[in-house]
């Protein structure tokens, strides 16, 4: 084929994320070296990658959430719940790590599959659904804890703390959970259906898809996966927080960390490797500005313009990409309509 025939592949959504992400980095060893920091340190990179953990777990599921047309409002409040759980079970106690582990992901689990029959069932919109649901954990945390509560022992703080060089092994165990996320959405019915049911839930439930089934599925991995993110939050802080998860804004921190990813809020289209992309975005844009001295308030205006320049390239791809509405129909669209 001669180069004058040859078509360019215009760049998919992730791989503008990655672009930005590489910028980001770039940007990041420039401006920390300004200041007289090595952005490429062991420190700075083990420090990143543990942010990138953290936020990770809870983005991964709330793609998983997204791409099924809702939302997850409840991962902050599962966060505090299952750190609570997690280290007032263990009690300073090794042999008290695994039932307290086991006791967090069932919970977690349960709350995540309510979510899940609320929204599939009841027929109520995720956004109020998870709202509810963590309204509910909120006050049942301010009633019961007040301040820290419970210890982990060293053998749980070791997995906190434990490296294999500069990646820490929290890092490790998100890209396992991510590898096997995509595994299920690319080789499982169940994953296939998540796509089908977040592009046009009644277009599945006529193609014969149990639509019940996707937003189940999703919802109680959504809340699995934030448990995941409490626990390793014990395990770094050595106590349970009843606050920790609300103080995090998680859940508005893991829903821009997918839209910059380039999964549409509408569901139906995204990947997990956009979403992890954008988290590291956001995990090196705090690292740079928090070297720089920049202030809170202003930090939250740099992620905001981030996430509305990313969403507005999104969209103006989507739109470029559609047929002109009042083209001259041709071919069997043609032939279609002069039979009528």
Known sequence: MSALTRRTTPLTSTGIVLVLLAVSLVAGFVLT?????NFLSSGNISALLTGIS???????????????????????????????????????????????????????????????AIVAYLGVHGFIATLGTGLVISGYLATNYQGSHGSAP???????????????????????????????????RVGHHLYAVGGNREVARLSGIRTSVPVLVAHTLSSVLAALAGLLLVA????????????????????????LGGTLLAGGKGNV??????????????????????????????????????????????????PARFERPTGLDAALQEAK
């Open 273 to 322: 490797v956009g979403t992890l992309a954008g988290v590291a975005i956001f995990s090196v844009l705090d690292n740079v500005m928090g070297v720089m001295g920049v202030s809170a308030f202003l930090q939250d205006v740099v992620r905001g313009l981030v996430i509305v320049v990313a969403v507005a390239v999104y969209a103006r791809r989507e739109i470029d990409r559609r």
């Open 33 to 37: 070296a300004v200041e007289g920091r």
């Open 54 to 116: 953290i936020l990770g777990f809870i983005a991964i599921g709330q793609t998983l959430v997204i791409l099924v047309g809702s939302l997850d409002l409840s991962v902050p409040y599962v966060v505090s719940l299952v750190s609570v759980l997690a280290a007032g079970t263990m009690a300073g106690q090794d042999g008290n790590v695994l039932p307290a582990v086991a006791l967090a992901l069932l919970v977690a689990a349960a709350v995540g599959l309510v979510n899940g």
């Open 236 to 259: 770094r802080l050595s106590v349970g927080s009843p606050t920790i998860g609300s103080q995090g804004d998680y859940d508005l921190m893991s829903i821009a960390a997918v839209v």
């Open 154 to 188: 060293r053998s749980f703080r070791l997995v906190g703390a434990t490296q294999v060089g500069p990646v820490p092994l929290s890092t490790l165990i998100l890209l396992g959970c991510a590898v096997l996320v995509v595994l299920m959405l690319r080789r499982t």
